[in-house]
Structure formats: structure tokens, C-alpha cells
Nanobody
Framework: QVQLVESGGGLVQAGGSLRLSCLAS????????MAWHRQAPGKQRELVAS???????TYSDSVKGRFTISRDSEKNAVLLQMNSLKAEDTAVYYC??????????????WGQGTQVTVSA
């Protein structure tokens, strides 16, 4: 089995910064794309940023220029540096990964989520 564990969420004032971490563990052969999604109350889950195994990144328009995604492939980890936070960034943030397990099966895995609250 493969697990993703997020950390780093919390309460911050508007304009502040937070750094989210996600660590993958378990029967991992390799990891392709890792990503952060978020879901605000009453809204659909949306992609925030993604990074491929060769470090190609994509960002949603709403976070471009403020958030930075990076990964540590040796540690099977992905980070999300969030700067200039706004109240509308308030959401539960989920880590997601496309994993090839040791069995060579491909699985898409989600973390349990971490709450980010930005006070205006």
C-alpha cells in the first residue's frame, strides 16, 4: 500500500505565508506526477499545482506567482510554498500522486488533507 501524509496547514493572516509538505510512503517503485488540490466549503475540489518527475510544473491562474511547488524525489516528498495568502485561499489542501507500486501496478493516491485558513 501507498500512503500520503500532509502537514503544515494552519491559521495565518492575509498576506502571510505557509509551507505544506506531503510525504509518500509504502510500496513505492516510482512516482510520476505529484500535485496539490484544494476544496473550499461548498465548492468543488480544484487543482492548485502539479509537478512531474522531471520537475515540469503547472499552476492554477489563481495562485500563479504566489505559490511554488517543488519535490524531493529522494524523499518521495512534495512541497507547496504559499506566499501572499488571501482569504479565498482558505480550503482543505490535498496531496495527490500518481504512483507505480513495487508490484508495478499504477495507483492514484490521495492524502487525508490539511486545513489552511487565511483570516482577512
Amino acid at each position: 500500500q501507498v500512503q500520503l501524509v500532509e502537514s503544515g496547514g494552519g491559521l495565518v493572516q492575509a498576506g502571510g505565508s505557509l509551507r505544506l509538505s506531503c510525504l509518500a510512503s509504502g510500496s513505492i517503485f516510482s512516482i510520476n506526477t505529484m500535485a496539490w488540490h484544494r476544496q473550499a466549503p461548498g465548492k468543488q475540489r480544484e487543482l492548485v499545482a502539479s509537478i512531474t518527475s522531471d520537475s515540469r510544473t503547472t499552476y492554477s491562474d489563481s495562485v500563479k506567482g504566489r505559490f511554488t511547488i517543488s519535490r524531493d524525489s529522494e524523499k518521495n516528498a512534495v512541497l507547496l510554498q504559499m506566499n501572499s495568502l488571501k482569504a479565498e485561499d482558505t480550503a482543505v489542501y490535498y496531496c495527490n500522486a500518481d504512483v507505480r507500486a513495487i508490484s508495478r501496478a499504477y495507483v492514484n493516491v490521495w492524502g487525508q488533507g490539511t486545513q489552511v485558513t487565511v483570516s482577512a
